[in-house]
């Protein structure tokens, strides 16, 4: 083999693979424009955050990847396929290799805490009940519960607590590429911190790629390889924190470098070195994302 060759074979081999493509993305309800023109692009194994202003489209934006919404135009492309392009079964094959936990839980009220993570599974019709119900055990242990817990209902649980049962029911089918929505919004700063260690422990344990939607910038900074966001209808970062900071747009001098995030950016740190602030971060092209994203 050439020294050509195998300078391309190294730079193929080290290019990350895309598990979600997004392309030209464009959403509107009615005259109200949601996105207009987005590009990105989630590399397996990583953990990318969404990030944006109220109103900014971060929901609607996972509602469109998972299927939950049809984009207005473009194109996005989850492990390789069109979500709404393929058959309800083919759909439903897809949706069975990512895990979706909502902003509250979502737990069904009137089902047991056994029964809420064991649904996915029984919906599959694919197992004997007693290896779905152990199934849904060992997924319960498996985010910090107990057997004591199997038989609880949600009205009996702790923020926290809701949190993990709806962690473990994403975590049913053993997906590959798990969504969060504001996954430590409402818990207090320990339980946070403890929810924060959990889903970093499960990433590295279950070679999990994560898509997090977060306004707290702790579980931002604790968790993030990547941030994208969204301002103006548009992705203006994508990157990494350190390099996100440095892009000059209002939406991320306001939410990055106030007071409040310069506690939180204080964990990037070198030993001598200061966070980024707006007076001394150097201006950054609006377009400074990485190659093929917005």
């Known amino acids: 083999m050439s020294s050509a060759q195998s300078a391309a074979q190294s730079v193929a081999q080290a290019k990350p693979t895309a598990v979600i493509e997004v392309r030209n993305l464009v959403k509107r309800f009615g005259k109200a424009v949601v996105h207009d023109g987005i590009d990105l692009d989630v590399y397996r194994g990583e953990v990318l955050s969404i990030v944006g202003g109220s109103g900014s489209g971060k929901t609607v934006l996972l509602r469109q990847i998972v299927g939950l919404e049809r984009p207005t135009s473009g194109t996005i492309r989850v492990f390789g396929e069109e979500p709404r392009r393929l058959s309800a079964a083919q759909l439903q094959a897809l949706r069975n290799r990512w895990g979706l936990q909502f902003q509250r839980g979502a737990l069904f009220s009137a089902l047991s805490v056994i029964d809420n993570i064991a649904l996915p599974l029984r919906e599959l019709r694919a197992l004997p009940d007693n290896l779905i119900c152990r199934a849904a055990l060992l997924k319960l242990q498996l985010v910090g519960l107990s057997a004591r817990d199997a038989d609880k209902m949600p009205s009996d649980l702790s923020g926290g607590m809701i949190k993990r049962v709806a962690l473990a029911r994403a975590l ?7 969504f969060l929505d504001e996954p430590t919004a409402g818990l207090d700063p320990m339980a946070s911190d403890d929810y924060v260690a959990l889903i970093r422990e499960l990433r590295r344990e279950l070679g999990l790629t994560v898509v997090m939607i977060t ?19 548009k992705l203006v970062a994508a990157a990494p924190i350190a390099e996100v900071v440095k892009v000059d747009h209002p939406f991320i001098r306001e939410y990055f470098l106030g007071e409040r995030a310069q506690r939180a950016l204080q964990a990037l740190q070198q030993p ?6 707006a007076q001394s971060a150097p201006p950054a092209r609006r377009d400074a994302a990485p190659s093929g994203e917005a």
């Not at 306004?215 to 209808?233: E, G, K």
């Not at 001598?272 to 602030?277: E, F, M, V």
């Open 172 to 178: 049913a089918l053993e997906p590959e590429l798990l």
């Open 215 to 233: 306004h707290d910038l702790d579980t931002l900074v604790a968790l993030s390889d990547r941030i994208a966001v969204l301002a103006d209808h």
């Open 272 to 277: 001598g070195q200061s966070a980024p602030s």
